[in-house]
T-cell receptor, first 114, second 114 residues
């Protein structure tokens, strides 16, 4: 693995189903983030993690949960998907959370909830 | 929290012309201002960034300027080429933030016509 990866690349999901989006980085970055990208709205932060074992809410956390059991992995779970969660999801990581660290993005997961 | 506004939302230029994208921010504590380029179907990638202790930074055809007093920063692309066509996002980060979170503008779709 080189950098940050996400799986699946894309997914069509029935409303009400549970879904976990996976994110893995091999850069030993402490901080990880989940964003959703919708047309005209830019990138909105869903959840973040400053370091393994800690997580926090971003600006649009409702309907999503995360965990950070180790440094490398930061899965995002939709407990019961709804059509408004149709979006492109990007995971990102940065070395620290000092407020001026470059964030590196994964390739994204395109999710369609029907 | 921080509020980042970005203009214009779309920008069309002729190949060889210059392009300028402007962003304003609200929190004077912000000290880090990255710019990301996102090609169609790809992940956002950092193209240039500036910290609050400098007023301008250049990298070949790309430059960023920062006016801390007015709380605005701009991306300048000279001698534009068709491969510069993409969505560009500005962002700001607040000094001392334990989250290190980036506040993104809503993006500018740049089209360079040959």
């Amino acid at each position: 693995i080189a950098g940050i990866t996400q799986a699946p690349t894309s997914q069509i999901l029935a409303a009400g189903r549970r879904m976990t989006l996976r994110c893995t980085q091999d850069m030993r970055h402490n901080a990880m983030y989940w964003y959703r990208q919708d047309l005209g709205l830019g990138l909105r932060l869903i959840h973040y993690s400053n370091t393994a074992g800690t997580t926090g809410k971003g600006e649009v956390p409702d309907g999503y949960s995360v965990s950070r059991a180790n440094t490398d992995d930061f899965p995002l779970t939709l407990a019961s998907a709804v059509p408004s969660q149709t979006s492109v999801y990007f995971c990102a990581s940065s070395k620290t959370t000092g407020g001026s660290e470059t964030q590196y993005f994964g390739p994204g997961t395109r999710l369609l909830v029907l | 929290g921080e509020n980042v506004e970005q203009h214009p939302s779309t920008l069309s230029v002729q190949e060889g012309d210059s392009a300028v994208i402007k962003c304003t921010y609200s929190d004077s504590a912000s000290n880090y201002f990255p710019w990301y380029k996102q090609e169609l179907g790809k992940r956002p990638q950092l193209i240039i960034d500036i910290r609050s202790n400098v007023g301008e930074k250049k990298d070949q055809r790309i430059a960023v300027t920062l006016n801390k007093t007015a709380k605005h920063f701009s991306l300048h692309i000279t001698e534009t080429q068709p491969e510069d066509s993409a969505v560009y996002f500005c962002a700001a980060s607040i000094r001392g933030s334990t989250l290190g979170r980036l506040y993104f503008g809503r993006g500018t779709q740049l089209t360079v016509w040959p």
